[in-house]
């Protein structure tokens, strides 16, 4: 059974760093893309990146490029989503969430739990 | 990037009603690559319909989805209590992958 377990709950202060993670479980980790998706409170869902575990090759939003960092670490099988530097404006729920086939262009069919990031002074 | 419009934003629907949602790409969506997504409150987004119109694993046959090209329809024959949710489009056949904005089925 594929399971993506995520990381818990966020309490950060603007200008602070943050790593997140993915625990990924029961499939091959290094041969499906992982992705990363953001809800912004009482809002829709905005697709953030992706990353092939299996030689790190990461994709992002335009929206997203430069604001975030996607990793992985497969000796952990864990994904990653990172800031260096952390404003009010990144608190949202943060969902991993994998395709449900191997290939580039796939939907996501299995979702983690969320990790729910709250940026405030 | 592909720009999805979904309408209504919220349908107003009783249980046993047909409801019927719409997805609009601002270019062809290529392949038919576009599914569907039901978000309960406080729950992680679920996997309704990939490729356009197949179901996926364990989803009651009165979802359905339909359309090509640029327009994409997901019906609900009869609503039952559960369905009550936000459902949201996305399409996985161009970078970057888009979500579409979500229309909400609310108990009328």
């Known amino acids: 059974e594929v399971q993506l377990v995520q990381s818990g709950a966020e309490v950060k202060k603007p200008g602070e760093s943050l790593k997140i993670s993915c625990k990924s479980s029961?499939?091959?980790?290094?041969?499906?893309?992982i992705g990363w998706v953001r809800q912004m409170p009482g809002k829709g869902l905005e697709w953030m990146g992706i990353i092939y575990p299996g030689d790190s090759d990461a994709r992002y939003s335009p929206s997203f490029q430069g604001q975030v960092t996607i990793s992985a670490d497969k000796s952990v099988t864990t994904a990653y989503l990172q800031w260096s530097s952390l404003k009010a404006s990144d608190t949202a729920m943060y969902y991993c969430?994998?395709?449900?086939?191997?290939?580039?262009?796939?939907?996501?069919?299995?979702w983690g739990q969320g990790t729910l990031v709250t940026v405030s002074s | 990037e592909i720009v999805l419009t979904q309408s209504p934003g919220t349908l107003s629907l009783s249980p046993g009603e047909r409801a019927t949602l719409s997805c609009r790409a601002s270019?062809?969506?290529?392949?038919?690559?576009l599914a569907w997504y039901q978000q309960r409150p406080g729950q992680a987004p679920r996997l309704l319909i990939y490729?356009?119109?197949s179901r996926a694993t364990g989803i009651p046959d009165r979802f359905s989805g339909s359309g090509s090209g640029t327009d994409f329809t997901l019906t609900i024959s009869r609503l039952e209590p559960e369905d009550f949710a936000v459902y949201y489009c996305q399409q996985y056949g161009s970078s970057p992958r888009t979500f579409g904005q979500g229309t909400k089925v609310e108990i009328k």
């Open positions: 490729g356009a119109s």
């Open positions: 270019q062809t969506v290529s392949s038919s690559y």
């Open positions: 029961g499939y091959s980790f290094t041969t499906y893309w």
């Open positions: 969430a994998r395709p449900g086939g191997s290939g580039f262009y796939e939907y996501f069919h299995h």
